[in-house]
Structures are given as structure tokens and as C-alpha cells.
């Protein structure tokens, strides 16, 4: 295991419907056969990605007025297998009220058959997203984790050098571009006291509330693995789709809100940050919205699971969302999002912004 990444060994496999030594063990042999994944690929690319990294946070914090209340951004630059190990990680904590439940139930639910079907079918989910994640903020922080081991910026860099050497992308200029997006994830949430914690509180309410059949779960799983190399689709399902109670249905709807929101602020935020200082940000931001870069790692994994990814539909409603309110009052409007967590939009108000621009008190 690489120095820093979190261990998978925090849950009590008993405790949980999935066996996540197979999910590892599957998602590294998938991305095993993936291109550049040698070492030597990776020569370099921690020091440049510290100089990027602090150069994307103050033009973050110039475009956006959000100040991290704590410390300086941090790089890491991992390979696949280490991107697995940590979203695995992130999943266990994440998903644990769901273990929590899941543990009540007799114990015939859980065979060691289930067990393994669920970590094969993850695995080969994590594996195949291992070889297209370029980057995510891990938000999932830990007290009892080690300082260097929190509040990181990931990069993978195997996918980075795949994509550039693909379209022959400039590496500094496009690896600049990336730390932009990635850096105003982390503005987002060290920058607003609340979001983090509230953001978090959404999702333990939902899973604390829910109490899915392991063959949900396991059928979610299978979905999202028959699914996971078409890009154009966004799901339809989740454990929770059909079984929601009306409350877990609006927490879903917050959270889908919540998250379109940050996507696409984050995406209008990279572009104008890196305009007239980063050279090609048109033709990165085309192929990488083509690819549907969407949110990655464990919180995609997420929304896909409970049945968010099919209210999300595409992020770009998070652009336009911050381009229709920048029109009605400019910066100024578009930051009363960040003063507390009654301003969030929902996700009615993500796609009719002018509902959000009438709930703050703006006539048109």
C-alpha cells in the first residue's frame, strides 16, 4: 500500500453487505491492464502538480472571493490502484449508517455468496472508473487520520498522461486547467464553514432513514456495472428510487441539487479563472465535457446507488444555473448561495433558476 492512502480495514466485514478485500482485489486487477501505468510515467508530476495546485488557489480564491479557512491546498498525485484504495475507504465511511442497518437484519441476508458477488461487482465498477478519474478533493475527512493524510487534492496520473498523449494536449497548460476545477471543490467546502458538515448531514440522514434489502443493493451494483461504459446514460435506478419515503425523496432532491450546483460552479469557475492565462481551455473543456467528467469517485458511486444520477442528468443545468443568476444580479447574487444552507438551491430551483432568483427577493 503507497504512504498516505487510507486503509481499507475500518469496518467489520460482518457489518457490511460487500467484501472489500475482493472489491480491491478486482478493481487493481482491472487496472492493472490499463495503459501508463508504470511508475516512470508518474516521473515528475508530484512537483509540478504542487506548483499548479498553489497557483490554482489563488486564482480560485481571486475569481471566487472563497478563502480556505484552513491551511494551503495540497497535492497528491496517486497511481490507479492507490485511487482505489482511497474511494474504497471513502465508501466504507461513507456508507456506513447503510452497514449500520444492514447489520439488523438476520443473518441469513448475508451469505458469504452475497459477499463476494457484491465486492466482485464493485471492484469491476472502481476498476473501470480508476482508468477515467483525473481528479477529486476528498472531502471525507477523518479526525483520527494522520494531518498528511487530509484535505487532499488527488490527481491521477497514469489517466492525465493517457489523455494528453490521446489529444495532444499540452501537458502543463492542461494539468493547470484540471488543478483550477479540483481546487474550487476545495474552496467550496473549507471555504463555507457549513457546507461540508451539512452536505454530509444530508447523506447520513438519507441512509440512517433508508432500509434497503441486500438484493437492492446488490441489483444497483449490477446495474450501474451492465451500464458503466455508457456515457450518454445516466441511470434510472438506485436502492432507493422506488422504495423512497416523500422525506428521503427531498433529501434526494437537496442533494442533487447541492451537487449539480457545485459542478457547475466548479466548471464555470475553472474556464474563467484560467482564461487569458491557461492556452487551449475551449478544446479542454470540449473533450472533457464530452467524456462526461461529472463528479468521481466514491461520490458518483454514490449517486448512482440510491438513484441520484438519473435526477442529475447532465451538470451543465449547474452552468447555466450560475449563468441565469450571474445575469439577474452578478457575483453578488450568485454568492447569497454560500451564506447558509436555507440559499441552496433544490433541485426544481437548479433547473428554473428564476424560482431561486425570486426565493432571494430579486424581481426581474
Known amino acids: 500500500m503507497a504512504a498516505g492512502v487510507p486503509s481499507t480495514e475500518v469496518v467489520d466485514r460482518s457489518l457490511s453487505v460487500i467484501d472489500w478485500d475482493v472489491a480491491e482485489q478486482v478493481a487493481t486487477r482491472i487496472a492493472s491492464r490499463a495503459p501508463f501505468g508504470g511508475a516512470h510515467h508518474l516521473d515528475g508530476l508530484a512537483e509540478e502538480f504542487d506548483i499548479h495546485t498553489a497557483r490554482a488557489e489563488g486564482l480560485v480564491a481571486e475569481t471566487t472571493g472563497l478563502m480556505a479557512l484552513h491551511g494551503e491546498a495540497r497535492a497528491r498525485v496517486v497511481d490507479r490502484s492507490d485511487w482505489i484504495r ?3 475507504a471513502s465508501l466504507r465511511r461513507l456508507l456506513q449508517p447503510l452497514w449500520d442497518k444492514m447489520a439488523e437484519r438476520p443473518a ?19 476498476g473501470w472508473m480508476s482508468t477515467r478519474v483525473l481528479g477529486q478533493y476528498d472531502l471525507l475527512v477523518l479526525e483520527d487520520e494522520a494531518a498528511e493524510d487530509q484535505d487532499l487534492v488527488y490527481y491521477v496520473g497514469p489517466n492525465l498522461v493517457a489523455l494528453e498523449r490521446r489529444y495532444a494536449f499540452e501537458p502543463s497548460q492542461f494539468r493547470l486547467w484540471l488543478a483550477l476545477h479540483e481546487v474550487t471543490h476545495r474552496a467550496q467546502f473549507t471555504g463555507v464553514p457549513w457546507l461540508r458538515d451539512h452536505y454530509l448531514g444530508l ?5 440512517e432513514s433508508s432500509d434497503p434489502d441486500p438484493t437492492h443493493l446488490l441489483d444497483s451494483l449490477r446495474s450501474l456495472l451492465e ?33 449539480s450546483l457545485l459542478e457547475g460552479h466548479g466548471d464555470v469557475t475553472m474556464d474563467r479563472a484560467g482564461r487569458g492565462i491557461v492556452v487551449g481551455v475551449d478544446r479542454f473543456g470540449r473533450v472533457l465535457r464530452q467524456r462526461r467528467r461529472s463528479a468521481s469517485g466514491f461520490t458518483r ?11 442529475l442528468a447532465q451538470y451543465a443545468k449547474g452552468e447555466a444555473f450560475i449563468e441565469e443568476v450571474e445575469d439577474a444580479g452578478g457575483t453578488t447574487l450568485v454568492n447569497r448561495v454560500w451564506e447558509a444552507p436555507s ?4 433541485l426544481a430551483e437548479i433547473n428554473s433558476p428564476s424560482l431561486w432568483i425570486a426565493r432571494m427577493g430579486v424581481v426581474g
Request: no cysteine; charged share 25%.
Open 108 to 126: 441469513t441476508s448475508f451469505t458469504p455468496l452475497t459477499h463476494r458477488v457484491a465486492g466482485v461487482e464493485l471492484g469491476a465498477v472502481l
Open 227 to 259: 451500464r458503466r461504459g455508457d456515457e450518454s446514460d445516466t441511470g434510472d435506478g438506485g436502492f432507493l428510487t422506488a422504495v423512497a419515503s416523500p422525506e428521503q425523496r427531498r433529501a434526494l432532491d437537496g442533494i442533487a441539487g447541492l451537487m
Open 301 to 311: 458511486i454514490f449517486q448512482k446507488l440510491v438513484g441520484l444520477e438519473a435526477k
Open 203 to 207: 447523506v447520513r440522514s438519507l441512509l
Open 343 to 346: 440559499n441552496l438551491p433544490d
Open 86 to 88: 482511497a474511494n474504497l
